[in-house]
Structure formats: C-alpha cells, structure tokens
C-alpha cells in the first residue's frame, strides 16, 4: 500500500514537472501574427480542448471558446487546435495554456509565455560636439553667436526611439566600453514611454574629461541592446570630436599705436590686443574700468580723436578653460600745441613742444658763451697791446740818449785834428 501510494506521488511529480519542462518562451515581433499549437489535440473536429489565457488584456484567467466569441479579433481557435493571434500587440504578453485530450483519452497540457518585441532603427548621436578640451570636465567648445556665452554640454547623446522593451545603450571610446565612474566617464540617462503605442524611447548623454595628451581625434560610438536575448546589437554612426589642449596661460597684452598713447586732435590710436598662442573665444574692450558696446574684436581703432576718447583702455580676453583675463591699462591722451610753443598733455615722454624749448634754451647758452669768450679774447689782447707800448717807449728813449752820448765824442775828436 506505502508502495503504491510512493509510485503515485511520483507519477504526480513527473507529471508537474511535465507541465514545467512543456513551458515555452515564444518571442513576438509586434504587428505580425501567431499561432501557438494545442499538443495532444486532434487535427481535425470533434476535438476535446481548452484555451486560457492571461495577458495584458485580461485581469484573470480568460477561457476561450471553440465557437468563438468578442475575443475573435484578438486570438481565436482554429479547426485544428491551435490558438491564432492576428496581430500581437504589447497588451498580448503573458501566458498561454491549452488543455488536450486524445481520442484514445490521453490529456496533454501545453504552456507558453509569451514576450513581444519591436526593433527599433539605428541609434543617432544627436548634437554632437566638434571639440573637447583636455583636462576639463563636461565643456565644448561651440561657435555660436556674439555675445553668447559658453555652453556646457556632454560629447553627445545617443537616442534609440520606438522600441520594446525599452533595451539599453552604450558607450564606446576607439572600440572600448566607456563605464560611467562619476569622474572622468558620466552618463545621463532617459527612458521614455509613448503614452499611446506604449513603444520606448532611450537617450543616454555622455560627459567626458578627456586626458592630457590623449589621441588629437578620439572615435566615439554608439551601440542599442534590445531586451531580448539572442539580438543583434545596433550600432550608430561614430563621431571624432577633435580634443583642445591648453597652453599654460600667459599675460594678455595691449599695444598702442602711437607708442606712448599721445596723439594730436584729429589723429587715429590703434589699440592691438595681444593672446597667447591659442586663440581665446572673446575679446571685449574696457575704458575707464567701464565695458564699451563694441562687437568682440581684438583691435580697437580711434580715429579722428578727440578730448571724449581720452582715458585709459584696457581688453579683456576671455578663455574657454581659464575663463576672463584682463590687459594692463593704457592710457590715450590728446596733445595740444599753445601760441608760444609749449605743449601739454604728452604721455610717456617729452613732447615735440618740449623738446623744442629745450633746445633753444641749449642754443640760446651755447651763444651767450661763445658770446663771452670772444669779449674776454678781446679785452686780453688790448691789455696786451697796452702794455707792449710803454716798453717800446723806453727803449726809444735809451736809444736817443746812446746817440746823444756818441756825438760830442766825435766832435771832440774832428777838433783835435791837423
């Protein structure tokens, strides 16, 4: 008795663990139709069977008729069994299970879970980035128009839309996965549901910061992995954003033309705003500390300059990776000409008027002296003169007295002869 009741539980086992091993995972391509087959049933009527289903469409178990009934447009028996679906749609998941029994009296149960699918097209890599910069997180560079101010935003987003399930997408750099670490790799990611054909859209952002002196083009990729094994993973087309690396940041410099800053009324100043190596994205100009409303420019020009252009200029570059820098200040000044030759207002040097004073009163000395020096010659030669005279005089004098002395000598000596 123990013997037999043993032999019976385990034909009740083996029979669950038929039921099991009979369970079939069917995958539905949305739209198109399926049939499922009533095993043990007869090909052909009076057929003892029974279909019941729960899916999406019901909140128990539906028992379908063989005569048909409301539910023909969704799944009806055929004459020989089998269960058809004409269109499966997303409310269709769930399960399926036929009852069947032979005509020799042998039943047989079948069992079916259903899944649906519907691929997508190929993922997009929507508003992608053309350049990067080295070193510094979630920044691009874009041109866009004056005055705007630079966008923060990742390499790309890749977008899979109208599929089911939902599936997922990744991210590849020169052919590797790319795993989001909060760090250098972040993704953002989206799925949405469309509230009426119940199919996904998927986006995923990508955020990078790429290395120093990492590959000048690096390759990124896009891949969609439908929920549903043994599919093919769809790939979008790559992008080759070019990677920015910045310099060590040097002084900006501003240079005036003319030099010095000082110009006559009427004249032109050019002001030249000199970057370092890599071209910033802006350069505004200041006077007087205060921004002016001039388009972005790295030259300022003043022509015809008047007493409202004075003060002092200074431009401000402003850098993608280093943000603002601001040159030293010039000074723009007017130079105005008196009646009398003097000047005022000149910058960083003597002015023409000045210099011009400056040598006349050098030459007006330069006569005084060369004036003195020819009157002290003069009066040095008549002292000169004055005393060569007097000498001259008493040598006239000795003279005459010789003369006189020699005379009666001869007389004495004419009268003492024969």
């Known amino acids: 008795m123990a013997a037999g009741a043993a032999a019976g539980a385990w034909v009740l086992v083996l029979s669950l663990w038929g039921a099991v091993v009979g369970s079939q995972n069917i995958t539905a391509r949305i739209g198109e139709p399926l049939v499922l087959n009533c095993k043990g049933a007869p090909k052909k009527p009076p057929q003892q069977l029974e279909w019941k289903l729960n899916t999406g469409r019901t909140e128990a178990w539906k028992v379908l008729s063989t005569q048909g009934d409301s539910w023909d447009s ?13 269109a499966v749609g997303i409310q269709d998941e769930g399960t399926f299970r036929c009852r069947a029994m032979s005509r020799k009296g042998k039943e047989t149960k079948s069992n079916y879970q259903v899944q649906v699918y519907k691929i997508p097209g190929k993922p997009e890599i929507v508003d992608p980035a053309s350049e990067l910069t080295a070193g510094i997180p979630n920044k691009v560079v874009e041109e866009k128009e004056e005055g705007d101010p630079v966008n923060e935003r990742g390499v790309g987003t890749c977008v899979s839309e109208g599929g089911y399930p939902a599936g997922t997408l990744s991210w590849h750099l020169d052919g590797k996965p790319l795993i989001s670490d909060g760090k250098g790799v972040s993704v953002k990611e989206e799925t949405r ?97 205060m921004p002016l409303p001039l388009p972005p420019s790295p030259v300022l020009l003043l022509p015809e300059v008047g007493p409202q252009d004075q003060g002092t200029y200074s431009c401000v570059a402003t850098y993608p990776a280093h943000g603002p820098q601001e040159s030293p200040a010039v000074s723009i000044s007017i130079i105005e000409t008196g009646e009398e030759g003097t000047t005022t207002g000149s910058v960083g040097g003597l ?49 005459a007295e010789l003369n006189q002395s020699e005379e009666p000598e001869v007389a004495e000596g004419s009268a003492g002869g024969p």
Not at 353 to 372: D, F, M, Q, R, S
């Open 74 to 86: 969704v799944a009806r028996i055929l004459p020989n069994g089998s269960l058809l679906l004409p």
């Open 193 to 289: 549901r469309h509230p009426e054909t119940g199919l996904f859209t998927v986006q995923s952002e990508l955020m990078v910061t790429p290395a120093l002196g990492q590959a000048p083009r690096p390759t990124f990729s896009c891949s969609f992995s439908p929920g549903l094994p043994r599919r093919r993973a769809l790939h979008a087309a790559s992008i080759q954003p070019s990677v920015w690396e910045p310099v060590p940041l040097e002084k900006v410099q501003l240079v005036v033309e003319p030099e010095g800053g000082a110009v006559a009324p009427g004249g032109t100043v050019t002001l030249t705003c000199e970057a370092p190596a890599q071209p910033p994205l802006q350069i505004h100009w200041l006077k007087d500390g």
């Open 351 to 399: 002015g023409l008027g000045t210099l011009a004073l400056a040598l006349g009163i050098l030459g007006g000395l330069g006569t005084a002296a060369l004036l003195i020096g020819i009157i002290m010659w003069q009066r040095r030669k008549h002292r000169g003169e004055e005393r060569k005279a007097p000498e001259n005089q008493e040598e006239e004098e000795e003279h």
